[in-house]
T-cell receptor, first 113, second 114 residues
Framework: GNSVTQMEGPVTLSEEAFLTINCTYT??????LFWYVQYPGEGLQLLLKATKADDKGSNKGFEATYRKETTSFHLEKGSVQVSDSAVYFC????????????FGDGTTLTVKP | NAGVTQTPKFRVLKTGQSMTLLCAQDMNHEYMYWYRQDPGMGLRLIHYSVGEGTTAKGEVPDGYNVSRLKKQNFLLGLESAAPSQTSVYFCASSSPGQMNSPLHFGNGTRLTVT
């Protein structure tokens, strides 16, 4: 079956620090990979995605590279801001899985001024 | 641009009461989903639908029923609420016709069962 394992939180950083949230996956078939972000009191929203090996997704200063050889999709940002405080979810989607995505458990990030 | 709209936003029920959560999307998406989010447990899929008139069970379907009578609406019903159903419920939609389309989520319904 499909599964996503992401770094346990919570993660607390100071403003302007470097962020890495690790994500690894197992999948039957060829997955697309996603990072979603959930701000307090809101639903999840797409942060970035990558659909094939070696693709790099990027948005709002965040980046993640689809590494097929290590089955990983780690989220990085060079300089975090207080406004980046949120819960981050790694997810995969395989077209043959009847439309169902597989999510990691989420990593809570808190950025302090 | 409404996207995915969930109603109500908050609800408190007593054990044994029933209610229906409504999800509406205006993006003409084929697929719709109901998830619950509990602390430390991430997102768990309750039921989903791959088209109007079709529904299927997810990971945690017990105690819930769903209906997809119209393409744009997906209803989640609790026939006899239990305290274990206290959670935040999220509806989502996607379009498999768009290659690798991501999920679009509503803002959630916070349900408390006392």
């Amino acid at each position: 079956g499909n599964s996503v394992t992401q770094m346990e939180g919570p993660v607390t950083l100071s403003e302007e620090a470097f962020l890495t949230i690790n994500c690894t996956y197992t999948a039957t078939g060829y997955p697309s990979l996603f990072w979603y972000v959930q701000y307090p009191g809101e639903g999840l929203q797409l942060l970035l995605k990558a659909t094939k090996a070696d693709d790099k997704g990027s948005n709002k200063g965040f980046e993640a590279t689809y590494r097929k050889e290590t089955t990983s999709f780690h989220l990085e940002k060079g300089s975090v801001q207080v406004s980046d405080s949120a819960v981050y979810f790694c997810a995969l989607y395989v077209n043959t899985n009847a439309g169902k995505s597989t999510f990691g458990d989420g990593t809570t990030l808190t950025v302090k001024p | 641009n409404a996207g995915v709209t969930q109603t109500p936003k908050f609800r408190v029920l007593k054990t044994g009461q029933s209610m229906t959560l409504l999800c509406a999307q205006d993006m003409n998406h084929e697929y719709m989903y109901w998830y619950r989010q509990d602390p430390g447990m991430g997102l768990r899929l309750i039921h989903y639908s791959v088209g109007e008139g079709t529904t299927a069970k997810g990971e945690v379907p017990d105690g819930y029923n769903v209906s997809r009578l119209k393409k744009q609406n997906f209803l989640l019903g609790l026939e006899s609420a239990a305290p274990s159903q206290t959670s935040v419920y999220f509806c989502a939609s996607s379009s498999p016709g768009q290659m690798n389309s991501p999920l679009h989520f509503g803002n959630g319904t916070r349900l408390t069962v006392t």
